[in-house]
């Protein structure tokens, strides 16, 4: 389907949280009366990091799938994911009885990659990170699967907004307008469905795609106009958000409704990473982490404001994590 002809609108959001309200669950929006005052404003924390496989990627990922017809469903479908995206596709089939292929880079964490084992998915490990499409395209040409793309399709988008729907949901339920809205950004995804949702449900709420310094692919696309991909070279802790591709679909949504970019050090995200665990007892991964970084390091201030931000996944190996929350 080209995107000419459809990009996900709110009718589609609605629509993706009634087909995966059997399988995710509604995570809570939370805040640290600690951190309010530390801070001079109100903070609330969306923890999609407590949802099912472990990310938000659950939401697209299985809204996706849930509309493949019966012979789609035989052929079985290919992800490229660096991890989330592939053990949600990995989850979806193994509960729609379906195949998985995820092509993963051969740095991506191995608590990840055994987790996407775990669920039954054959695994390809490519060692050169540009290679990722090239090989999901020839194993989806040569098998006849149905390729997943983690972020690049109206169902995925859809998917991830309901992220977005749940948290205006919420903030209205607590009597409150999210003044702004942090998200972890890396194709783009969760960021476009969210910026979907709050146009709908909360005009006055601001979309921020936060991302790595060195790899904001999505503001420069932004400013300049055109999608940019990230170069070849770059290192950071955050493996979820270091993919070099910044996808059509939600850029065309994003390049009218961003209100900007935050770039974040990896010693922001270690130090986000360690308060999420000690005012909320929650384990995040770096990647998911970058949105409470902005905050926390003053990056964006929130003085006198009501500011969200999402925590989008935990999926981290033991060793990496331990070491940040021990220093």
């Not at 904001?216 to 770059?234: F, I, T, W, Y």
Request: hydrophobic share 45%.
């Amino acid at each position: 389907m080209a995107i000419s002809e459809h990009l996900p609108t709110m009718t589609d959001i609605d629509a993706a949280a009634s087909r995966i309200a059997s399988v995710c669950i509604e995570t809570p929006l939370l805040e640290s009366p600690v951190l309010n005052a530390r801070l001079g404003g109100r903070l609330l924390v969306k923890a999609e990091n407590l949802q099912v496989t472990g990310s938000f990627k659950l939401r697209g990922a299985y809204n996706r799938l849930a509309v493949l017809d019966a012979d789609e469903r035989r052929r079985g479908v290919v992800a490229r994911s660096s991890g989330n995206h592939g053990l949600a596709i990995a989850y979806c089939c193994s509960l729609l009885g379906m195949h998985a292929v995820v092509v993963a880079p051969a740095s991506a964490p191995n608590a990840k990659i055994q987790r996407i084992r775990g669920y039954g998915a054959e695994v390809i490990l490519v060692d050169d990170p540009r290679e990722l499409a090239r090989v999901s395209d020839e194993i989806t040409r040569a098998q006849r699967r149905v390729f997943v793309p983690p972020a690049d399709d109206p169902w995925v988008v859809a998917g991830a907004g309901t992220v977005g729907r749940e948290i205006m949901h919420q903030a209205a339920a607590m009597g409150v307008v999210v003044g702004s809205l942090m998200v972890p950004c890396s194709g783009g995804g969760l960021t476009s469905g969210c910026a979907l949702a709050a146009n709908a449900l909360s005009p006055a709420t601001t979309i921020y795609a936060v991302e790595p310094i060195g790899f904001e692919k999505m503001a420069k696309s932004v400013a300049l106009g055109h999608r940019v991909d990230n170069q070849p070279g770059g290192r950071t802790i955050c493996d979820a958000l270091s993919g070099p591709y910044t996808a059509e679909v939600p850029f065309e949504i994003v390049r009218s409704r961003l209100a900007g970019g935050i770039g974040v050090s990896d010693d922001e995200t270690k130090d986000a990473m360690r308060t999420a665990f000690a005012e909320f007892g929650l384990a995040v991964e770096p990647g998911g982490a970058v949105g409470l970084a902005a905050v926390m390091s003053g990056r964006f201030p929130i003085i006198g404001k009501t500011v969200a931000v999402i925590l989008s996944g935990r999926n981290v190996d033991p060793d990496l994590v331990a070491g940040i929350l021990a220093a």
